[in-house]
T-cell receptor, first 107, second 115 residues
Framework: EDQVTQSPEALRLQEGESSSLNCSYTVSGLRGLFWYRQDPGKGPEFLFT???AGEEKEKERLKATLTKKESFLHITAPKPEDSATYLC????????FGKGTSLLVTP | NAGVTQTPKFRVLKTGQSMTLLCAQD?????MYWYRQDPGMGLRLIHYSVGEGTTAKGEVPDGYNVSRLKKQNFLLGLESAAPSQTSVYFCASRALRTSEGGELFFGEGSRLTVL
């Protein structure tokens, strides 16, 4: 059975303080690892898809990386507008989501 | 550019009442999904559809029914609502099978409270 575990559950950063979010996964044959951003009261918004170990993708202050067992979402010099819940998911017949990391960036 | 639209956005029901949530997508996607999101539980798949006229059970299907009579619409029904079905419901769609890659596009959610 596919499993996705995200850590930490919550993270508070000062503006400009870089950090990383972790997504550990167990899946029989990875067919894609997805990162989403979710703002309060909104639906998840797609960020990245990674398919193979060693792959990296970047978007503004975010960089996602993938190994055979985990993925990291690196946030460089975050701003308050980066505050959101970040969701990780692996691909099966649907997407199997982790419980998310709630990120708060304070000025 | 509407994408995925869910109606209603908010609803309060009494235990035992029935209701239907409607999901409409304008992207001509084959695959559609219903998830529920609860605090501490994350997003859990209720039912999904791989094309018009087809549906399948997900992780937490009990107490729900679905129908996909038209490609663009995916309906989620609660025949006899229970307090345990208080949740935020999200509809999503995609063009490709998840095993072939491609992201899900989500609606804004429907917040349901069952008293």
């Amino acid at each position: 059975e596919d499993q996705v575990t995200q850590s930490p559950e919550a993270l508070r950063l000062q503006e400009g303080e870089s950090s990383s979010l972790n997504c550990s996964y167990t899946v029989s044959g990875l067919r894609g690892l997805f990162w989403y951003r979710q703002d309060p009261g909104k639906g998840p918004e797609f960020l990245f898809t990674l398919y193979s170990a060693g792959e990296e993708k970047e978007k503004e202050r975010l960089k996602a990386t993938l190994t055979k067992k985990e993925s990291f979402l690196h946030i460089t010099a975050p701003k308050p507008e980066d505050s959101a819940t970040y969701l990780c998911a692996v691909s099966g017949y649907a997407l199997n989501f982790g419980k998310g990391t709630s990120l708060l960036v304070t000025p | 550019n509407a994408g995925v639209t869910q109606t209603p956005k908010f609803r309060v029901l009494k235990t035992g009442q029935s209701m239907t949530l409607l999901c409409a997508q304008d992207m001509n996607h084959e695959y559609m999904y219903w998830y529920r999101q609860d605090p501490g539980m994350g997003l859990r798949l209720i039912h999904y559809s791989v094309g018009e006229g087809t549906t399948a059970k997900g992780e937490v299907p009990d107490g729900y029914n679905v129908s996909r009579l038209k490609k663009q619409n995916f309906l989620l029904g609660l025949e006899s609502a229970a307090p345990s079905q208080t949740s935020v419901y999200f509809c999503a769609s995609r063009a490709l099978r998840t095993s072939e890659g491609g992201e899900l596009f989500f609606g804004e959610g429907s917040r349901l409270t069952v008293l």
